[in-house]
């Protein structure tokens, strides 16, 4: 805990997103619990997939 400890208050903060903030983060749900329950997920691929699909959302 102490790196995060010691060094938390120099981040940036990133704001939320201003639009679609819950169905962005219900996209990270499935993201989460394959990472969680499945051993070969393939994380950068599920990841890649959300972030594309909040884009889209954020670009509607």
Do not use: C, H, R
Not at 18 to 29: H, R
Not at 48 to 53: G, S
């Amino acid at each position: 805990m102490t790196p995060f400890t010691e060094n938390i208050w120099d981040q940036t903060p990133a704001g939320e997103p201003k639009g679609k903030t819950q169905e962005i983060y219900a996209l990270l749900d499935p993201v989460v619990q394959a990472v969680l329950t499945d051993e070969s997920a393939d994380i950068d691929a599920l990841l890649t997939q959300a972030d594309q699909d909040a884009q889209a959302l954020l670009d509607q």
